[in-house]
């Protein structure tokens, strides 16, 4: 019953999400504008357009929504030549041993040069082929909106697609596209509550066979 596969990536491939928030920080602080403790947590796991909203409802922004997106990508890419990208345990491997039996992609509320970027360090340009990014919905997660586009584009059912997160938004957004999803917690440093996930893994190498028959097994006629 499982065809597809959808990954997100900050905080699931890569332990990414403090470089994001960071890049937002810094990106800002260049206008003279502080983020706030609230505001870094929001940024995780959120999609572009929600953090820039976030942002204009809590103090304003002089930036447009497509400028500051590209500050910080400047600033992310600034930070992961100084830093490194820090992969999470099994990432690579799992991506290539799930893109060998099944369709696979990523779906995330990054921009998509910052994927684009992620999938050439990680060497994972012939698995992930194609991704859906910030600029391709016109809402980010939680809404299920880059989820339901990646099962168009597979032209795969809903409900045979697994999708493997980190946040509480993502999460939320896989259940609400009707999909099953897993939590894994390696890269959930900010330990946001994954319970609404069907599943919840240390690493991503927990996602095995055994933990995809039981899950579609115990949702079939509908995810649960």
Known sequence: MLRAVIFDLDGTLVDSERQ???????A??????ALSDEEREFVIGHGWRE??????????????????????A????????AEGLVVLPSARETVRRLAARYAATIVSGSSRTEIAMCVRALGLEAEI?????????????????????????????????????DSTAGIRAG?????????????????????E???????LADVDDAL???LFAATVGGVG
Request: with cysteine.
């Open 20 to 26: 994001n928030a960071e890049s937002v920080a810094r």
């Open 28 to 33: 800002l602080a260049r206008r003279g504008r």
């Open 51 to 72: 953090i820039y909203a976030h942002l204009v409802g809590n103090g304003g922004v002089d930036l447009s929504f497509d400028e500051l997106k590209a500050a910080a």
């Open 74 to 81: 400047v600033e992310r890419e600034r930070l992961v030549e």
């Open 129 to 165: 082929p194609w991704y859906v990014g910030t600029e391709d919905t016109a809402r980010g997660k939680p809404a299920p909106d880059g989820y339901l586009l990646a099962a168009e584009r597979l032209r795969i059912a809903p409900r045979h697609c697994l999708v493997i997160e």
């Open 175 to 195: 259940r609400t596209a009707g999909m099953v999803v897993v939590g894994v917690r390696a890269g959930n440093f900010a330990g946001q509550p994954q319970d």
């Open 197 to 203: 996930a069907h599943a919840v893994v240390d690493t």
């Open 212 to 214: 995809v028959a039981s």
